[in-house]
């Protein structure tokens, strides 16, 4: 485009267009709000607290949660005790060595607790990790 004061010459201009780039980041970052709380095990646990050094956790751990009520889950599908080994075996694809992160409600009785750690050595699961909160000393 040229003007009437304008000898022909056409300047170009050295500006970035920045608006898709920012659609973009939005769109993520809608995405990323959407997904971040469906990445979490929505089953409400009072947890004990901890003070142990944390362990580094795997991409996709199997975790089996005892509710106060006694009742278990593996991940957030609800389990029968009769089919806990069943159960177990399906998210492990058979894997007797994957290690099951127990997660049991500060109500449990420890007796219960030691009754489902039971249910898991007879299925064959031997590496069991305790889930707990952890606590940050001043």
């Given at each position: 485009?040229?003007?009437?004061?304008?000898?022909?010459?056409?300047?170009?201009?050295?500006?970035?267009n920045v608006t898709p780039f920012i659609d973009v980041m939005l769109v993520l970052l809608i995405i990323f709000m959407v997904a971040a709380p469906l990445a979490t095990v929505d089953?409400?646990?009072?947890?004990?607290?901890?003070?142990?050094?944390?362990?580094?956790?795997?991409?996709k751990p199997i975790y089996l949660t005892v509710s106060s009520d006694l009742s278990l889950a593996i991940g957030d599908d609800p389990l029968p005790k009769e089919s806990l080994a069943a159960g177990l075996d399906a998210a492990?694809?058979?894997?007797?060595?994957?290690?099951?992160?127990?997660?049991?409600?500060?109500?449990?009785?420890?007796?219960?607790?030691?009754?489902?750690?039971?249910?898991?050595?007879?299925?064959?699961?031997?590496?069991?990790?305790?889930?707990?909160?952890?606590?940050?000393?001043p």
């Amino acid at each position: 485009m040229g003007t009437a004061l304008d000898d022909g010459n056409l300047d170009e201009t050295h500006e970035i267009n920045v608006t898709p780039f920012i659609d973009v980041m939005l769109v993520l970052l809608i995405i990323f709000m959407v997904a971040a709380p469906l990445a979490t095990v929505d089953i409400a646990v009072d947890l004990p607290t901890s003070s142990a050094d944390p362990q580094v956790r795997p991409d996709k751990p199997i975790y089996l949660t005892v509710s106060s009520d006694l009742s278990l889950a593996i991940g957030d599908d609800p389990l029968p005790k009769e089919s806990l080994a069943a159960g177990l075996d399906a998210a492990t694809g058979g894997n007797k060595q994957e290690r099951i992160y127990l997660r049991a409600d500060r109500a449990v009785h420890y007796g219960d607790v030691m009754a489902v750690m039971d249910d898991l050595r007879r299925a064959g699961y031997l590496k069991v990790a305790l889930v707990g909160l952890e606590t940050r000393d001043p």
